[in-house]
């Protein structure tokens, strides 16, 4: 995985990845992240 997670959980909270709650946790899937990595904009 190339985020590490306080920067995926940053992703969830901005709502730019899909996560979904089991107990108490929030969870992804490596999908969900490797979709973002594809569509991402770096703004410069």
Do not use: F, H
Request: proline share 2%.
């Amino acid at each position: 995985m190339p985020y590490g997670q306080e920067y995926i959980s940053l992703l969830a909270r901005k709502e730019k990845i899909d996560v979904y709650k089991e107990g108490r946790n929030w969870l992804t899937t490596r999908e969900a992240v490797e979709n973002y990595i594809c569509t991402r904009k770096r703004k410069r």
